[in-house]
């Protein structure tokens, strides 16, 4: 689904190889970089707009962390996964090209991996996101594991 | 270093393949795991403990991203990556076991893999991550890969 679309959450069965979905989209302030940082990457390069300056970066960046987070919260949001009966995982996580004060990014998700399950209710989904900035460059690359309700699993809901 | 020792920053030449550290612990608690979730996974499971008990887990458990994000914090927090330059990604990062209201977890770090880089002021570090809760449970694992700065990066720091 795409942003503006209809946002009815996706049954297992439904979720096909080499579909392509689109989140909305965040911007990266300097406050909520800060905040994240004292909270979970107390790096120089994320806490300290100054000492910043002075290293190979040139300026605060985000922790990798807050942009995993955010990603999964936007694709979160978009009701993509809201049938997950729960995480498994995540693999190949890739920062490939810093965010700073100011970037706007979205995720673009694409279905990498389906596969039933030994349990009738549930089945596995993966997908690879692909958080892009307002300049259309891939800042961040994931597979995130998935188990997904299926329309057996979600009867009733 | 264990918790409580002294808490020299590593450079890259002093990590060797099986060396463990163990981090200091943290408490999750149920206000924690709400806030976290609201902002970056806000599943029903994570977020609403009236109805997390009707879900399988029966009462609400920490967002992944949120055991890794204090897992990581924690870490950071012992001292071991400080001579990062940047990380460079995170693989297989697994889920084993639901974090509740209450848990106390801890990180034991083990040196994966070493190896020098074509730059001479760093070289690739690969620590994995047991997260382990009170009773002794593993409840994370995951491999942070690392680019920490080498006594010739860290020359006058």
């Not at 994240?36 to 962390?65: C, R, V, W």
Request: proline share 4%.
């Amino acid at each position: 689904m795409s942003y503006g679309e209809p946002q009815r959450p996706l049954r297992f069965e439904e979720f096909k190889v080499g579909d392509r979905y689109t989140s909305p989209g965040y911007t990266f302030t300097e406050a909520a970089i800060i905040d994240f940082a004292l909270q979970y990457d107390p790096q120089l390069f994320h806490l300290d707009a100054e000492a910043a300056k002075e290293t190979l970066y040139g300026s605060l960046i985000a922790s990798g962390f807050h942009t995993l987070c955010i990603a999964f919260r936007l694709v979160n949001q978009s009701g993509l996964p809201r049938f997950n009966v729960g995480g498994k995982g995540i693999d190949e996580v890739r920062w490939i090209k810093a965010v700073r004060p100011g970037d706007t990014l979205h995720v673009e998700v694409e279905v990498a991996d389906v596969a039933p399950s030994r349990m009738a209710d549930r089945g596995s989904v993966q997908l690879k996101y692909t958080a892009i900035n307002q300049k259309g460059e891939a800042v961040l690359t994931a597979l995130l594991n998935h188990m997904i309700r299926t329309q057996a699993g979600t009867a009733g809901v």
